[in-house]
């Protein structure tokens, strides 16, 4: 089976790629047919994250393990786009490069049956330029947190106060 699926970039304006990629592949691969297709060099940090129908981040696949906790991380090259992404879980936030934080919304938008002689991950469509930096982000603060108070309160932060 092939996926048809959107890539659109977080922004006012609308900026998106559209591709086929066969739904057997490794979220892996989709990230290269990402980067590909909008033009990144793609030797950068990037995690998909699972989310629901409000775009609500929730597990991390990450391109590598880079947690110093243990916790196993699920990983790009070991998830298979197919058992991710499905009719009933069709949408997925792809973040690229971490310190500049591009930001994606993937979703699927058709699965269709693979054409012979069509080589995959194909480019389908492609609609608008890419700036030259991310969109800026609007962050929402939260009015009730009390930041003096938190770094008063030495006794509840969890390092020790003698470190150097």
Known sequence: MIYKIRIILDAEEDIFRDIEIAA???????HNAITQAFGFLGNEMASFYTCDDQWNQDEEIALFDMSESGDQVRLMNET???????????????????????????????IVEKEDGRAYPNLLFSFGELPESPPE??????????????????DDLDFDENWN
Do not use: H
Not at 24 to 30: S, W
């Open 24 to 30: 057997d592949t490794t979220l892996e691969e989709l």
């Open 137 to 154: 982000k609007k962050f929402k603060a939260d009015p009730s947190f009390d930041f003096d108070d938190t770094f008063e309160n030495y």
């Open 80 to 110: 298979f786009l197919e058992d991710i992404m499905t009719e009933q879980t069709p949408k997925l936030i792809y973040v690229y490069d971490f310190l500049s934080m591009w930001t994606f919304f993937v979703e699927l938008a058709d």
